[in-house]
């Protein structure tokens, strides 16, 4: 066998497999969704084009209908979620996050964020990624009941007097109070970003109240709950978009694939239909009902609750195990989950997380109903306790078996009923 045959053949098998596996497994890792397959027929000569810069100056021959779809990606995404501006570039959330420092901050300037262990993300700051680096940040954090503490942090942010504010999480199970960070943010004159990567589609679909006027700049994905390709927006209001764009280009990258901008839009498009807004609200709906599943198996199992398509449980008080070995029992279940280092944690390294947190934009996506996450909460809690692996992963496969999971990914149109009565 040659080296192109062997290597070929390692490829098919491999991507073989996992899509076997996809369809064999409950994934519960709140940044995954099912994305629809009728987008892929959405723009079908898009594949093979690249475009850099803002329209109207790009640096590549032949862009007029490239200019047309990102404008009117632009206008799509301004009319979803409300704000002035909106670009649609970003390669992922950390890039978009990254291009927001750089169009509002100097290298060493002061930056307050949520704590990582109480939600923050890893481009909020963390000491080994490129934000804790560049610039100087200090963290706030929760209360005893897990919910921010907006006096803790409105002192901190008038000791600290940093030049921006972000709120915005990972693994923060509540709403946010975007009032009281904008007056916060406007006492001590720092500019305020919210970083929705996860809640974007929860907000476009009505399920998630977050009142993005508040901010100065808004990050989000166009992945997770949004359900589109992956790839970040930056919205912000009209005076800053000149800001924001050049730090997108030429300030943090070059080229982006067209494709994106039109996958992107047709998924902002999706998000004005009821069957989009029903998604949006069954995450929040499972995500509750899962918690209060957990909380009737062990009073001591879930971390607070939730407003949002995920919960943290605290799998080392209920059932014994840190987040690591609680992700592996269950990945050995046919149940993916991702290990967290949670609020009342003692450090922020992964390695030490003391529980799991369990999504359900997956499972919204593919239609699971509350019945099924009840099935799904006493197979989590039995494999935590050490039941027999087999008997769990049959039941595991007894789910994807009944619901079949894959026929979000069929290429049929969705339902365009849209959300909202439309005014002629
Ligand atoms: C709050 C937040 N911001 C940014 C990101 C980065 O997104 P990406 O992984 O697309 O770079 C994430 C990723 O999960 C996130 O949770």
Redesign the pocket.
């Known amino acids: 066998m040659s080296d192109l045959d062997e290597w070929r053949e390692r490829l098919r098998s491999a991507a073989t497999r996992q899509a076997d596996y996809e369809r064999s497994t409950i994934d519960l890792i709140a940044?995954d969704n099912a994305v629809p397959g009728w987008r892929a027929h959405t723009a079908p000569y898009l594949g093979d084009m690249i475009q850099e810069g803002i329209a109207g100056k790009r640096p590549f021959a032949g862009a007029a209908i490239h200019d047309e779809l990102e404008l009117l990606a632009g206008e799509v995404a301004r009319g979803v979620f409300g704000v002035g501006h909106a670009i649609l570039q970003s390669h992922?959330?950390?890039?978009?996050?990254q291009a927001v420092y750089h169009a509002l901050l100097r290298p060493g300037d002061r930056v307050l964020a949520l704590r990582f262990r109480a939600g923050g993300?890893l481009?909020?700051g963390m000491r080994a990624n490129f934000s804790g680096r560049a610039y100087n940040f200090e963290f706030y954090g929760v209360d005893a009941s897990g919910v921010i503490d907006y006096d803790a942090l409105r002192e901190h942010a008038h000791r600290f007097e940093p030049k921006l504010l972000i709120g915005?999480?990972?693994s923060y199970p509540w709403r946010y109070d975007t009032a009281r960070l904008r007056a916060i943010a406007d006492e001590v004159g720092a500019r305020l970003l919210l970083?929705l990567?996860?809640e974007a589609g929860l907000i476009a679909g009505g399920a998630f109240p977050c009142d993005l006027a508040d901010a100065d700049v808004v990050?989000m994905?166009l992945?997770?709950t949004l359900r589109g390709p992956?790839g970040?927006a930056i919205l912000c209001r009209a005076d800053l978009a000149g800001v924001i764009d050049s730090a997108v280009h030429p300030g943090t990258q070059s080229s982006f694939p067209l494709r994106r901008i039109t996958d992107a839009t047709a998924a902002l498009l999706e998000t004005r239909t009821a069957a989009f807004a029903e998604y949006a609200e069954r995450c929040v709906t499972l995500a509750r009902g899962l918690a209060e599943h957990f909380r009737r198996i062990d009073p001591d199992a879930v971390v607070g609750g939730s407003d949002k398509h995920y919960l943290l449980l605290d799998t080392e008080r209920a059932f014994g195990h840190d987040g690591h070995a609680a992700e592996l029992l269950l990945e050995r279940c046919g149940v993916l989950s991702n290990r967290q280092s949670l609020p009342g944690g003692a450090s922020d390294r992964l390695k030490d997380a003391g529980g799991l947190r369990i999504g359900t934009a997956w499972l919204s996506s593919c239609g699971y109903d509350e019945h099924d996450t009840g099935v799904l909460a006493e197979v989590v809690a039995d494999a935590l306790r050490g039941a027999d692996v087999d008997k769990c992963a049959r039941v595991v496969r007894d789910l994807t078996g009944r619901v079949r999971p894959l026929d979000v990914r069929r290429a049929t149109e969705p339902d365009w009923t849209p959300r909202f009565a439309t005014t002629s």
């Open positions: 940044s992922s959330c950390s890039q978009a996050n993300h481009t909020h915005g999480s990972s970083d990567s996860h990050t994905s992945d997770k992956h970040a």
